[in-house]
């Protein structure tokens, strides 16, 4: 599978290191299914800079962004809506869950996703 590369703002590696150091307990629990190619083979990154903003999750081969909502989000509403329109038009899709549903449902949001990929991966 041919992967795109996606410009980023060199500036974003540094906060993107500090934000994988600094994960959420919805990010760490939700790494643990998405790390080491566990879904149907495809890799996946962690906090990862794409054009000017950083994702949670990022997968290339699928140009799949899937994004935890916790309380740093609050208040930014706008600014997310903004910015998942704007990585929508550079083609790249988007999963959200709240960080309730990532700690209380991860079975349910380990289907959402396992059926998004078999439902858009290729071939």
Sequence with gaps: MIKKFIPYDPKLKERARNL????????ILLWKYLSGKQLEGYKFHRQKPLYRYIVDFFCSELMLAIEVDGISHDGKIHYDNQRQKFLESNDIKFLRF????????????????????KHHKEG
């Design 20 to 27: 994988r150091l600094n994960s959420t307990l919805a990010e």
């Design 98 to 117: 709240t960080e309730n549903q990532v700690k209380c449902h991860m079975e349910g949001v380990w289907e959402v996703i396992n059926d998004w990929i």
